[in-house]
């Protein structure tokens, strides 16, 4: 069986085999309660661990949880964004579910080399886009994993449990920190269901479909404490990975020409999208003969993040096949939805500083608390 890694660049080429591959349940039509989630209507959400019972658990109104989180080695791109809106969309669906949202410091220093001082300062404006993109702070914990005793006593229970066998086959051959760093997001992953917060509860946790082999990792270990800890199996929720505006198949935070963030400004944003790759035809004549190809379009994958309408996608898939769109016209369409959106975001953003060091030092404090 192939790996799948989590701190890589690259994408997916093949979601089916992904699916089918890991044993990932496809994410299809029947899920009619996910109808007003417009990542579920425009096919960004692929696939899914457990969700029904998650779903089944939160719409009988037992308390559950949302967790999920970033490694702060830089500001929200649009893949932090999606991710975090997912996160926010089942709180804002479900009054008795909490989010819990890690900011991955530890992660930050073993992978990318970042001091904790440095993901100290970005853990900040990361929380407040959070709270910009409509979290709910009176139903929410944020807290980094270097300020957790709670995750990091959980991590050392977890490593009794597995072997390096095991953690090669999960991640394939990785540094020792990084095997430890999944052990700390299994800590993550289960932190909604110790003790302090009142115990085992469903947890849903929306990733980017490349994160999969830590809820596999997490999942085998709930299994394990099914007894003495009373883990529940976490459930997941995975959404295709954001594709670079260079055409390669992910958008890195290592290569900042080929990602939009949440901090651009207006004219840095502009010269990103009209020097981005398009699906587009070699000259004009042959993309009114032949038709465009959105579906390898990062330009036309902008309307599927930012427009507010269904039938604008719809539309410009249409005009786009039918060679009557232009690729010129349509970055220049692409670029004010998305400069709108960004620039009322900021705002917020702004607004929210305070609230969010606030939100930061609370929940701090509360994952020092043991576990057990």
């Known amino acids: 069986m192939s790996t799948l890694n989590p701190w890589g660049d690259f994408g997916i080429k093949d979601y089916s085999k992904l699916i089918q591959e890991f044993g990932i349940t496809p994410l299809d039509e029947t899920f009619e309660d996910l109808n007003d989630n417009k990542y579920y209507r425009r096919g960004m959400l692929v696939g899914h661990r457990d969700l029904d019972k998650f779903l089944s658990e939160a719409k009988s109104g037992k308390v559950v949880a949302i967790l999920s989180g970033i490694k702060p080695s830089g500001i929200f791109h649009i893949g932090s964004m999606i991710t975090a809106e997912q996160m926010i969309y089942f709180q804002k669906k479900y009054s008795n579910a909490f989010l819990f949202y890690s900011i991955a ?22 929380v407040a ?25 959980l991590a050392f229970i977890f490593s009794d449990d597995v072997t390096f066998n095991m953690l090669v086959d999960i991640y394939g051959e990785r540094k020792i920190s990084l095997y430890f760093a999944a052990l700390v997001q299994a800590g993550d992953i289960f932190l909604p269901e110790t003790k302090p917060f009142n115990g085992p509860k469903p947890v849903l946790v929306p990733v980017g479909a490349d994160q999969d082999p830590h809820l596999r ?96 996608i719809k539309n410009v898939y249409k005009e786009c096949k039918k060679g009557v769109r232009m690729c010129g016209g349509c970055k220049n369409e692409a670029y004010g939805l998305v400069s709108n959106f960004i620039e009322d975001h900021q705002a917020k953003r702004s607004a929210a500083m305070n609230e969010a060091k606030a939100l930061l030092k609370n929940g701090d404090s509360l994952v020092l608390k043991r576990p057990v």
Do not use: W
């Not at 410091?105 to 990361?126: C, F, M, P, R, T």
């Not at 886009?129 to 006593?153: C, F, H, N, W």
């Open 217 to 312: 990792l997490a999942r085998d270990l709930a299994a394990k404490h099914k007894e003495d800890l009373q883990l529940i199996p976490p459930s997941a929720i995975y959404h295709k990975l954001v594709r670079s505006l260079t055409g390669d198949d992910k958008m890195s935070k290592r290569t900042p020409q080929s990602m939009i963030t949440l901090s651009d400004k207006k004219e840095e944003l502009k010269q990103k999208i009209m020097n981005a790759f398009t699906g587009g035809r070699a000259t004009i004549k042959e993309q009114k003969e032949l038709g465009g190809e959105p579906e390898k379009c990062p330009v036309f994958d902008l309307y599927i993040y930012f427009a507010k309408d269904d039938m604008q």
């Open 105 to 126: 410091d530890l992660e930050a220093y073993v992978d990318n080399g970042q001091s904790l001082d440095k993901s100290d300062e970005i853990a900040i404006y990361n």
């Open 129 to 153: 886009d959070m709270i910009a993109l409509g979290m709910d702070p009176e139903r929410a914990v944020t807290y980094k994993q270097s300020s957790a005793l709670a995750v990091s006593d």
